[in-house]
């Protein structure tokens, strides 16, 4: 079956061309988006040139006819299209099996992993675009550095201080099923990129970092809980949470996200009372 695949295109800027004097290009500044023609064609540079200013270039859509099977994933056709018709579409991918979280994207207007979603649950027309509300690198590359920041910054890892036993520290498995939603979570950013909350104010922590939390903070060999609550109950933490549901339905795992928030902010009113 033949799909028309949309790729939302963000190019970065080429090197300026400066002008006959040797001076910069009026209005065009290094890092900046350039006029968004293509290198090597009659009209690169022109404006730089004559010393127009240069106007920074728009995402723009471009649509490729991709040959498909059914049972294709949106990661196979972006693969198909890099190998058989342009070389310079950039895109994440790692194990391309729904584990690392390389692959999130927009897709059909919902956040997705683009190896676990088919031809065959999307249709003959599909549109891929970076993941919203992240800075574009190149294409549907996003600037993922801000997001495991906050990530880190909730202390994603077991605290106990008390000494070490001979084996491991045991739980019961009541104990360990309190927490198991939460340790599915992958960092694809899905849920957080799908928040109108973070679009409204980026400094929130945002969903992800808060399942993180989550995950350690209800377990019962950890001893850093405190600590992780005093870090969420910021107002840049779990109090931004709107209960919208965005990031339940983007989760790519399953994972009940809003309800972990809540159990987290209920653990920080519960300790303040």
């Known amino acids: 079956m033949n799909v028309d695949l949309r790729i939302l295109r963000y190019d970065p800027e080429p090197p300026s061309v400066a002008l006959a004097e040797g001076t910069p290009s009026a209005g065009v500044a290094a890092g900046t988006p350039s006029a968004g023609v293509a290198a090597g064609t009659p009209s690169a540079g022109a404006a730089e040139l004559t010393g127009r200013p240069s ?120 104990d360990r099923a309190r927490y198991d939603d939460t340790t599915k979570c992958i960092l694809c950013a899905a849920c957080t990129s799908s928040c109108p909350s973070f679009w409204a104010r980026p400094e929130y922590v945002g969903p992800a970092a808060i399942v993180q939390a989550h995950r350690f903070i209800f377990d019962s060999r950890d001893e850093g809980a405190a600590e992780r609550l005093e870090i969420l109950a910021d107002e840049d933490g779990v109090w931004r949470c709107r209960t919208i549901f965005n990031c339940v339905e983007a989760c790519p795992r399953g994972i009940n996200i809003t309800r972990a928030i809540l159990e987290v902010s209920g653990a920080i009113v519960g300790r303040r009372g």
Not at 63 to 84: F, G, N
Not at 152 to 168: G, T, W
Request: glycine fraction near 6%; hydrophobic fraction near 35%.
């Open 55 to 174: 106007t920074p270039p728009k995402p723009h859509w471009v649509t490729y006819q991709v040959e498909a099977d059914p049972m294709d994933r949106v990661l196979d056709l972006l693969i198909k299209v890099k190998a058989e018709q342009d070389g310079s579409l950039s895109f994440r991918r790692s194990c391309g099996h729904g584990i690392c979280g390389s692959d999130a994207m927009l897709i059909n207007s919902r956040n997705r992993l683009a190896c676990r979603i088919r031809v065959d649950q999307l249709g003959k027309k599909i549109s891929v675009a970076p993941l919203p509300g992240l800075p574009v690198v190149k294409d549907l590359v996003v600037e993922m550095s801000g997001f495991f920041s906050k990530y880190r910054s909730v202390k994603p890892y077991l605290i106990n201080d008390q000494p070490e036993p001979e084996r491991e520290r045991l739980q019961s498995a009541k």
